[in-house]
């Protein structure tokens, strides 16, 4: 399952770079739908091709949740180790070292006011 919602998330991925390549309609690729244009209207693809964009966004997000949350056990409890070491080896590599410290400075008082 978790493959499925990749191969969606790609899939999507793709249509959205398309739907915002043929927003453009004085150059690129929205040359090739210059029929349509003339069937439909250009309002009526701006507007169209708007929707579509933003259900793909939208496609999106819910997908990587889906997938998320589909994401095999193993996988998650893996990617969780290799967290915990780096941050264990972080750790380990900044407790040799001091914080900084400002040297202390003395404010000399003007004696002659």
Do not use: H
């Not at 933003?54 to 997938?67: D, E, K, N, T």
């Not at 915990?84 to 404010?107: D, W, Y």
């Amino acid at each position: 399952m978790y493959i499925l919602f990749i191969v969606l998330i790609l899939i999507a991925s793709f249509l959205i770079i398309l739907a915002v390549l043929a927003q453009n309609p004085k150059s690129g690729m929205a040359a090739n739908f210059g029929a349509s244009n003339a069937v439909m209207g250009v309002r009526q693809t701006a507007d169209f091709l708007e929707k579509f964009t933003w259900g793909l966004a939208v496609a999106i997000v819910v997908l990587s949740l889906c997938a998320t949350m589909t994401m095999p056990a193993e996988d998650v409890a893996r990617s969780n180790d290799e967290l915990l070491k780096e941050i264990q080896n972080t750790q380990q590599q900044s407790s040799g070292v001091t914080p900084f410290e400002m040297p202390a400075t003395t404010i000399e008082q003007d004696s002659t006011k």
